[in-house]
T-cell receptor, first 114, second 114 residues
Framework: NAGVTQTPKFRVLKTGQSMTLLCAQDMNHEYMYWYRQDPGMGLRLIHY???????AKGEVPDGYNVSRLKKQNFLLGLESAAPSQTSVYFC?????????????FGEGSRLTVL | DAKTTQPNSMESNEEEPVHLPCNHSTISGTDYIHWYRQLPSQGPEYVIH???SNVNNRMASLAIAEDRKSSTLILHRATLRDAAVYYC???????????????FGQGTRLTINP
């Protein structure tokens, strides 16, 4: 099993460009999340999804859009990238059961906006 | 959402026990206490979780206060590989859509001295 896979792992954008980060999980998980992590800081929740076709805002949703058209994929879009969106982005997934623990994370996608 | 409070940093020596505290005074009865750690340049990884009783696994032990307002992650014999940022988060069960919004705090940066 691959677990949680993020694509791409690295990307450099110019201000105003758009891009999409793809998160794919092969564990049949219901819940998926996108976090961003800035240097020296913890993870901040951008958007999340509780199932196919659903999305919800997290702590820092502005400037991002998401879609969950298929259960295994969660896409994070930047329509017009800004330097403030330079960060490392982590995707995570988990099953819908609150008592079974583990949240699985991807390896991260490092985005630089010039 | 209930919040957690952790010290920003802690330091310990190799092969000694480490006790990482977490305060969660507003925890509700259905909130599970989860611990994750993030090694340098990696995504977070699951460590342990619990509800009321103390828990042990191959990585660590979790001691939960009787009133559940605090918990302690215990690494019994720290190794250099345990140097990481440790996050204490609450995973809540709610009977509404969007229940599984997992919010990470700043975490505790653990340094292990050889």
């Amino acid at each position: 099993n691959a677990g949680v896979t993020q694509t791409p792992k690295f990307r450099v954008l110019k201000t105003g460009q758009s891009m999409t980060l793809l998160c794919a999980q092969d564990m049949n998980h219901e819940y998926m999340y996108w976090y961003r992590q800035d240097p020296g800081m913890g993870l901040r929740l951008i958007h999340y999804s509780v199932g196919e076709g659903t999305t919800a805002k997290g702590e820092v949703p502005d400037g991002y859009n998401v879609s969950r058209l298929k259960k295994q994929n969660f896409l994070l879009g930047l329509e017009s990238a800004a330097p403030s969106q330079t960060s490392v982005y982590f995707c995570a997934s988990t099953n819908g059961e609150f008592d079974t623990g583990e949240l699985f994370f991807g390896e991260g996608s490092r985005l630089t906006v010039l | 959402d209930a919040k957690t409070t952790q010290p920003n940093s802690m330091e310990s020596n190799e092969e000694e026990p480490v006790h990482l505290p977490c305060n969660h005074s507003t925890i509700s009865g259905t909130d599970y206490i989860h611990w994750y750690r993030q090694l340098p340049s990696q995504g977070p990884e699951y460590v342990i979780h619990g509800l009321t009783s103390n828990v042990n696994n191959r990585m660590a032990s979790l001691a939960i206060a009787e009133d559940r307002k605090s918990s302690t992650l215990i690494l019994h014999r720290a190794t250099l590989r345990d140097a990481a940022v440790y996050y204490c988060i609450l995973r809540a069960f709610r009977l509404i859509q969007g229940a599984q919004k997992l919010v990470f705090g700043q975490g505790t940066r653990l340094t292990i001295n050889p």
